[in-house]
């Protein structure tokens, strides 16, 4: 086998990839997960990621899609196995899969704009209630100032 053709079947080695996802402000609280990859696809996306080598951690960046806020974010690899050179061949249970994905993606989705109207109304009722409070106070400045007013003229 030349070093051409070792190199594509080293390219198209499917590798699992047990992740920690380093965005610790997340919502969703999908810290941990395990993907599956071609070899060269985790190399391009560990290229693109910062590495930390005075910790001895590899870092990548997420595909797209598997952050639940559909962002790339970096995780730091927990645990890497290599598996045998891809034979794909599409089955239903890719198909599955995929569908099966692209629901929970969309569920996901959809659950996220609920709690953005939620909280978009909840912020238009504060912002309402704040106004009316403060409306009040301008009236009972002016009535006591008035009253002030009064005193003074009968002075």
Do not use: W
């Amino acid at each position: 086998m030349s070093e051409q053709e070792s190199s594509l079947v080293e390219d198209q080695t499917l590798v699992r990839v047990k992740y920690q996802c380093m965005h610790l402000t997340c919502r969703l609280q999908c810290y941990t997960g395990e993907i599956e990859l071609t070899q060269g696809r985790f190399e391009r996306l560990k290229d693109g990621s910062a590495q930390l080598p005075d910790m001895g951690t590899t870092m990548f960046k997420s595909p797209s899609m598997v952050c639940k806020i559909a962002t790339t974010q970096d995780f730091r690899v927990v645990e890497f196995t290599n598996d045998n050179p891809i034979v794909h061949e599409e089955t239903s249970n890719d198909v599955e899969r995929l569908e099966e994905q692209r629901a929970k993606l969309k569920r996901s989705l959809q659950h996220e704009k609920e709690e953005f109207k939620r909280k978009e109304a909840e912020f238009k009722q504060n912002i309402q209630e704040l106004t009316e409070q403060l409306k009040t106070l301008r009236a009972q400045e002016r009535s006591r100032k008035m009253k002030k007013q009064v005193t003074e003229d009968d002075k």
